[in-house]
């Protein structure tokens, strides 16, 4: 065999051996990924002239122009780490800013001969980057290089055999002395010997007797690498030959499978999905190469990539199968038809076996080399959606649960997901295996829903499988159904659906059982209900009387709480106190807390206060219902209005024990009530750190609708102070994640002031009207009137701007009847206000009788500092009107002072407000002068 020389590429004390990808610096030595050698070779052909991003992008990575992939400077960033000594002050791969990348002074020389890298013909090539795997497969060299047996284990299409081929091709050329490497696909089947002739014709031998003594006499005399790929087919015939050839013998043996071959010695290497991040750039390469470079998406962080990479579990073969549609629909029009997935994902140009052209195929192969029992096993674990403990899958497969649930995670169709030993089943693998029991296993398919049914409501199960299974229990008339129903509401994340659920259980249950269900779906109605939702379960709880006191108790602190959510508080107190009398002296502190939150509704302050005081005095200490004691007690003393520094030392403890009892959801309350505080104060600017603290405690709660509400008041905050940017992409997170939770008041209010932002911010008018009118829409469907009022002041606002009087007019007549029987003082002076400010060039006379009603208003709403600059800037424009420059400059000075007070930044809306109103008033003053 003719030797070669080997390029080498000389960087200090540093070499690069771009061939066997190998860096040799002193005595370590550590090996080059194929997309690391193959940026190290352009960049050095280039003779230390720096090289463009795009260049890169384009000729290396195959992306087009202008990619904002992080691909790149991910891959750099990884080179350093291998041939700088200092990766932090590099002195070989420099970065031009704004430009690219440069190599600096390379030397390229030859090295000594040596053998090619022998690698089997027969192993594949891809032209394409291996994206979201370079950890794994610097492991998998790794581990090829510490053991005899290396087993790749995992699901049909993550991408096993790409791995082990791009591993062992690496491997090979670092180690020219390790022998050839031979791949073997093995066929469905196969036996043993039909195996060992397969790899006997890729060793060249000429076999007279046993091919598989054949094998092991040649692969125990000269060292050599062999790869058998899906050796799912034949586990135990495979396993035995690997044992024999490992007698005695100098091969490595590399395994792709998805079930191990438990035999001695064996290492098993898990291939899992790729990471959200991994499978979208997995994603956007692949679809921008079969466009031809052109990029699929315009936004980079577009969500519905995410939720494409997410709904195919991760799988590099599904999302390639994705991409080669991205001809022909957008990223949101995949998404929308991932429901029949195994059509759209079919047709791919791609190298490897038949079973991977299709993602039903890689499936069925899968199913195919199941026994019945197990088919049918699989089928009734289908029926759950989301990871669920063993406990659960035994009481759904009863008999043989323990074998069964083992045979399916070693043959990954089922995986674990945690410590606590809970498993899922990958979306694609239950979309199949849902065909398949509606197509063969129609008997069993029904069997798993009643089985569901009837454990629903005492096994471990998660949000959306117990939905699933009280849906079944009430419709199967269950006598356990309220149980289940109870169960479900409870754990619900999505109040629509909880609803939802109570709805088609109030048609099916009566008596106390309907009285359970009917408090069980309070939480949901209260943060997602329609008045006429709120309503109809107001009616249904009213009526009959619980049979017992414990739920008699429940029913009337539940009709508490709707009543004030729908500002009965009249109503509400009178429950309540009937709920205060039964439970009197036993666990009082809970119906107190709600109590004393109705009588400050109610304007009765001197027995919220009493009220507040007895829950506190009767909580044990620094516990939950103390800070809520606690916390109740500071607003009642803040709305008597003389003992406010009491009231600021209330709010301190309740935060302090919330923070002790680290309970992330009372802190975040007990936050939100702080930074209410100090807004209330007009303390806008002291206030902002503690609602950007909210949002991080949020988050660590892992509560996404208490996330939701934290960042809409940290965005608004944040905006409304003029402090920090990004709101646009605040903005997004906001709309995005309040439309996953189906909050609708929180996703259309995000919707109104992103277009108030962008009317005002960046003049961008039509994009402006378009959020406030998709904010109206979603608004209209809660039937919220203070809220669709708010919205409808804001497009007043948007369309002045756009010099639409009409609009204005009718956004103004609408907004106004929306509050016609509202007595909110700060929502009817808000109101006014916005009128007079937008009307003062018209009607002058109408301004003015607009800021007279709105300082009526002002004085019952305690003076908020934020309307009262409003207040002040409107009036300011009516004296403008009227020639008042004395009052104009008055007031102007008024405002600045307020604004200053709030500590508002200068690009905050109000102040910009104030600030021309100011050079309105010198200007005039100035003129009067002169």
Request: aromatic share 4%; proline share 5%.
């Amino acid at each position: 065999m003719e030797g070669r020389r080997k390029p080498l590429l000389c960087l200090g004390s540093c070499k690069v051996n771009l061939d066997t990808r190998r860096v040799e610096r002193g005595s370590d030595s550590v090996a080059l990924t194929e997309q690391e050698a193959c940026l190290l070779r352009h960049l050095a052909a280039q003779e230390g002239q720096t090289v463009s991003r795009d260049v890169l992008f384009r000729e290396v990575l195959g992306y087009a122009d202008g990619s904002n992939s992080r691909a790149l400077d991910a891959a750099i960033r990884r080179i350093r780490h291998k041939i700088e000594a200092d990766p932090s002050r590099p002195v070989h791969l420099l970065t031009v800013y704004g430009v690219g990348y440069r190599l600096s002074n390379p030397v390229t020389v030859e090295g000594s001969d040596c053998p090619p890298a022998p690698v089997s013909p027969s192993l594949p090539r891809w032209d394409d980057v291996l994206v979201g795997r370079d950890a794994l497969l610097r492991s998998l060299v790794e581990e090829i290089e510490s053991h005899a047996v290396v087993t790749l284990h995992g699901p049909g299409g993550v991408g096993k055999t790409r791995l082990a081929c791009e591993a062992l091709r690496a491997w090979a050329e670092a180690h020219p002395g390790g022998g050839p490497v031979h791949l073997v696909t093995l066929r469905r089947g196969v036996d043993a010997v039909a195996i060992a002739e397969e790899l006997a014709a890729s060793l060249g031998l000429a076999v007279a007797g046993d091919p598989r003594q054949a094998v092991a006499l040649a692969t125990g005399v000269q060292p050599s690498t062999l790869l058998l790929d899906g050796a799912e087919v034949a586990v135990a015939e495979v396993a035995a030959l690997v044992a024999e050839w490992r007698v005695g013998g100098m091969a490595r043996i590399v395994v792709t499978s998805r079930e191990p071959l438990a035999v001695p010695g064996e290492r098993i290497v898990s291939v899992p999905p790729l990471e959200p991040e991994a499978g979208v750039e997995l994603l956007r390469a692949r679809a921008q190469a079969a466009r031809g470079g052109q990029p699929w998406t315009s936004d980079p962080d577009e969500p519905e990539l995410m939720e494409v990479a997410a709904a195919l579990d991760g799988l590099p073969l599904a999302l390639e199968l994705a991409a080669s549609r991205a001809l022909v629909l957008t990223a949101a029009q995949l998404r929308d038809r991932l429901e029949h997935r195994f059509e759209i994902l079919r047709r791919v140009v791609r190298k490897g076996p038949p079973r991977h052209s299709a993602l039903e195929s890689t499936i069925a192969w899968s199913w195919d080399l199941l026994d019945d029992e197990e088919q049918q096993g699989l089928v009734r674990l289908s029926v759950l959606q989301e990871p669920f403990p063993f406990e659960t899958a035994e009481a759904l497969l009863a008999e043989g649960a323990l074998p069964l649930v083992s045979s399916f995670v070693a043959k990954s169709l089922l995986e674990p997901t945690d410590a606590h030993g809970r498993l899922r089943m990958l979306d694609s693998i239950r979309a199949f295996v849902r065909v398949q029991a509606a197509d063969a296993f129609g008997e069993v398919d029904h069997d798993a829903h009643q089985r569901l049914a009837a454990i629903a409501h005492r096994v471990p199960l998660a949000p959306a499988d117990r939905l699933l299974g009280a849906r079944l229990a009430l419709g199967h008339g269950l006598s356990t159904a309220v149980f289940a129903t109870q169960s479900a509401l409870h754990d619900c994340p999505d109040p629509r659906e909880a609803i939802a659920l109570a709805e088609r259980g109030r048609a099916v249950l009566e008596g106390d059982e309907l009285l359970m269900l009917g408090v069980a779906v309070v939480p949901a109605l209260v943060r997602q209900g329609t008045a006429e939702g709120l309503d109809a379960w107001i009616d249904t709880l009213s009526s009959p009387r619980a049979t017992e006191r414990e739920l008699d108790v429940e029913v009337q602190v539940a009709l508490g709480q709707l009543l004030l959510e729908r500002k009965r508080v009249s109503d509400a107190v009178e429950r309540l106190d009937r709920a205060r009398a039964l439970t009197e002296g036993v666990d009082e502190v809970p119906v107190l807390n709600l109590l004393g939150r109705a009588l400050l509704g109610l304007g009765d302050r001197r027995r919220a206060l009493q009220v507040f005081e007895r829950s506190r005095a009767l909580a044990t200490p620094d516990t939950a219902h103390w800070t809520q004691a606690s916390y109740g007690l500071a607003w009642a003393l803040r709305a008597k209005g003389t003992d406010l520094e009491q009231s600021r030392v209330m709010m301190g403890e309740a935060l302090r024990v919330a923070r002790s009892l680290g309970n992330h959801r009372e802190v975040a309350r007990v936050l939100g009530g702080v930074a209410g505080t100090l807004m209330s104060e007009g303390r806008w600017a002291a206030c902002l750190p503690l609602v950007q603290e909210r949002t991080e405690v949020s988050k660590r709660s892992g509560h996404a609708r208490l996330v939701c509400q934290a960042l809409y008041d940290e965005v608004l905050l944040q905006y409304a102070t003029g402090e920090g940017d990004g709101y646009l992409q605040k903005f997004h997170e906001l709309i995005r994640l309040s439309d996953q939770l189906g909050d609708r008041k929180v996703s259309s209010l995000a919707r109104a002031y992103r277009g108030q932002m962008l009317s005002e911010r960046l003049g961008r008018h039509d994009d402006a009207r378009r959020d406030v009118e998709q904010a109206l829409v979603l608004l209209t469907k809660t039937g919220c009137r203070p809220l669709l009022a708010a919205v409808e002041l804001v497009r007043a606002r948007v369309v002045a701007r756009a010099g639409d009087q009409g609009c204005m007019a009718q956004a103004l007549e609408h907004a106004f009847e929306l509050l016609r029987d509202d007595d909110n003082p700060s929502r009817l002076a808000e109101a006014h206000i916005t009128r007079a400010r937008l009307t003062v060039g018209l009607d002058q006379v109408a301004a003015g009788g607009d800021l007279q009603r709105a300082a009526d208003f002002l004085t019952k709403a305690g003076h908020p500092l934020s309307l009262h600059v409003m207040w002040l800037v409107a009036a300011g424009w009516v004296a403008f009107e009227q020639d008042r420059f004395d009052d104009v400059a008055r007031l102007a000075d008024q405002a600045v002072s307020a604004v200053t007070a709030m500590g508002l930044g200068v690009e905050a809306p109000l102040h910009r407000e104030v600030t021309c109103l100011r050079e309105v008033s010198v200007a005039s003053a100035d003129a009067l002068a002169s």
